[in-house]
């Protein structure tokens, strides 16, 4: 089922102000959605990758926002979709939070009324990132790199060896800055890149990559001792204005896809745990399965205000 969504398309100077913006004020207490779709009209030398670059979003969520459309070569006047809505994450809005399946870093300052965020890389297949929480034990500007004997040997069996010890500057793999976090004794960072392409998909050995602009900005203002809690949320609820959406993201398996029944159980695990949602608000189930069918990883809305219905409205798997 295709849901109509409400799209803010702007251009000129009003679209630069909001295309930078990756600080949001923080929804009113009781709901959880920040920032607003844009539409931009493609020009000729347009790519996703550069797209996400100027707009802070990554390669695979540009994708999924934009079905159809070439994401090397789009046609000059095709619309593009930039996804900058959001559902927060469930748990406490502090420290950092970065969803795994969402390839995203949100920031909550302390004592600010704001949230910050941003597209990250996440760990490949065989090197996943790790579900945890933990914090920022300590930070370094223009990094060098000693490669861990575990990427060394990777490299010389693939024909492609590496250095003992790469030194700070334009292509050093930890970019401009780096920030080692408190699990796997220290060896899981967050950092910047040398390269442009890859943020946004699953392509580090586990650490959490960012681009550089984004990493220096990110760097400048979280301190060391900072709360860092990594989730794996495919699918996120959130409430708005008194509807309620869902965000709906492929799941991240290195077992394989996970099946129809196991999405849809996972929809309705995540639902549960939402005391203010069960027994609330009646959803459209028909809405649901179009949500969670497009995984385009945009708030859609499954429930108007108004609908009240009793607490056994939990739909059984078999209306997947």
């Known amino acids: 089922m295709r ?15 909001l295309a930078v ?3 949001y004020p923080l929804p009113p207490e009781g709901e959880d959605i ?6 931009i009209t493609a020009v000729h030398e347009d790519t996703f990758a550069d797209l996400g670059d100027k707009y802070s979003l990554g390669y695979l969520e540009m994708v999924a926002a934009n079905p159809g459309v070439d994401a090397w070569l789009p046609k000059e006047g095709t619309q593009i979709t930039l996804p900058t809505r959001y559902v927060l994450p469930s748990g406490p809005r502090e420290g950092v939070v970065i969803n795994l399946a969402e390839y995203r870093l949100y920031y909550f300052p302390k004592g600010k009324n704001v949230v910050h965020t941003w597209a990250v890389g996440i760990g490949r297949e065989g090197w996943g990132s790790p579900v945890s929480s933990t914090t920022i034990v300590s930070k370094t500007a223009n990094p060098g790199w000693s490669p861990p004997k575990s ?4 490299h010389l069996e693939n024909g492609d060896p590496l250095p003992a010890y790469v030194p700070p500057g334009p292509n050093n793999p930890l970019g401009t800055r780096k920030m080692n976090l408190g699990i796997g004794s220290g060896s899981y960072l967050i950092h910047g890149t040398s390269k442009k392409f890859g943020i946004g998909m699953r392509v580090s050995h586990g650490c959490f990559r960012m681009m550089n602009h984004d990493v220096e900005r990110f760097f400048a203002m979280v301190p060391v001792g900072t709360k860092v809690r990594i989730v794996n ?5 959130g409430l708005s204005g008194g509807k309620v959406y869902l965000e709906a993201h492929a799941p991240i398996d290195d077992n394989g896809q996970p099946s129809i029944v196991d999405r849809h159980a996972a929809v309705i695990n995540t639902l549960i745990k939402r005391d ?18 497009d995984e385009r990883g945009m708030p859609v809305v499954i429930a108007e205000p108004g609908q009240q219905i009793g607490q056994n409205d939990t ?3 078999e209306t997947f």
């Open 276 to 293: 203010d949602l069960v027994g609330q608000v009646s959803l459209d189930w028909d809405a649901v399965r179009g949500v969670v069918g």
């Open 233 to 237: 949320e495919p699918y996120k609820f």
């Open 151 to 154: 990427i060394l040997k990777e």
């Open 21 to 23: 913006a990756v600080e």
């Open 3 to 17: 849901l109509s969504r409400t799209v803010l398309a702007v251009t000129g100077t009003l679209l630069s102000a």
């Open 34 to 39: 920040i920032g607003q779709e844009q539409v």
């Open 315 to 317: 739909a059984p798997l």
